[in-house]
């Protein structure tokens, strides 16, 4: 039995050619634009960027107090990316007692020129409902078996204030090289729901 | 609104799906939507808070039962109808099917009148506000008290800027809650940090 004006829903890729269509008939001129912004999104805003940050705070106490103190301007000073509408970066430092995990409750906001663009589990129902409340739960079961007297603290990013983490340095990495000890630095532990060994 | 995107604190969902190293994207076209969604916003066809808006507007359905990628693209095709670019008919017409948008807007609302300024150390409460239109602020601090740990620059009210609404930018402040005052005897011990624009916020006695 079907209804005279029952439509199938068009399948997604449809829909986006529909919409990108409208946009070049409006005079937008899209090509260009658009094809930046996906290289962006897989190659430039990327955790390598994040892990730069750390790395160089990691290795030099004078850096690290000005990315503690204004992350904006500590990550203009290393030609790394922000958008406009993020204007103030808070970095978040773990220390043995202290653990910072961030999140986005109302959609997935992200720092995500620096650590990239969201991965799948952060955006996730699951996530965003539940690691706001028992975030000890949840980071035991993503794995991460905090102490118990190790407090935690969670960055909800409800505002277009940006969060980032500035894991702890494994102890094996000390005097390593910036360029070796960025590339222990992992996306999840920019997010905060790992720690580095 | 109180819609069914205010995920915090929400029960009944279950394990997060985590691997190591999970992907961004699982198709082109998640790309794609990703970029046309930033493009329009930098081409002024609409801000961030509208485009927020947009998807919180979708039909509860279908907001729960699309991705990500899914609910970007309905915002931005949404406000494509809405600013004027393209009907609903042919958006569809071009889909070449049913084009599922998202519900209409509600009014918005300025600033308060007169703001309160606030300082880190400073106790606050969110007001026990209910708003039909936009608004950035999670459902479980509402009515909750909370210590200012930290200001950040003004940015756009919200409340007024998904709307077209004149106001004013306002600072947001860091505000720290136990975890045991927003979910008593329900919840793991740990601090939540929100940012809450000054609008939202009261001094606390």
Known sequence: MTTAHFKPTAPIEARVKAVESVLRDRGFEPDEGLSQLDHAAQEEWVPQNGARLVARAWSDPAFRSRLLSNGIAAVAEMGLPMPRHHRHLVVLENTPGVHNVICCSLCSCTAFTLIGLPPDWYKDFEYRSRIVREARTVLKEMGLALPADTEIRVWDTTADTRYMVLPEQPPRSVGWAEDQLAQLVTRDSLIGVSRLA | ?205
């Open chain 2, 1 to 205: 609104m109180d819609g069914v995107h205010d995920l915090g604190g929400k029960q009944g969902f279950g394990t997060v799906r985590y691997t190591f190293d999970a992907p961004a994207f699982h198709a082109q076209w998640e790309v794609r939507a990703n970029s046309l969604y930033a493009f329009a916003v930098r081409r002024g066809v609409f801000n961030m808070d509208e485009y927020r808006y947009a998807i919180e507007r979708m039909d509860p359905r279908h907001y729960l039962g699309a991705g990500y990628y899914e609910r970007s693209l309905t915002g931005l095709a949404t406000l494509c109808v809405e600013k004027g670019l393209v009907t609903h008919e042919e958006l569809e017409k071009r889909a070449g099917g049913a084009f599922p948008l998202s519900g209409r807007s509600a009014g918005g609302r300025s600033n308060v009148s007169a703001p309160q300024r606030f300082q880190p150390g400073d106790r606050v409460r969110v007001r026990n506000d209910f708003v039909p239109g936009h608004v950035r602020m999670p459902g479980y601090v509402r009515g909750k008290t909370g210590v200012v740990v930290g200001v950040s620059p003004a940015y756009p009210f919200p409340d007024a800027h998904a709307h077209g609404v004149e106001a004013r930018d306002e600072p947001t402040y860091d505000v720290r809650f136990r975890s045991q005052d927003l979910w008593p005897d329900s919840s793991d011990p740990a601090l939540v940090h929100v940012g809450v624009f000054e609008s939202y916020l009261e001094r606390a006695t």
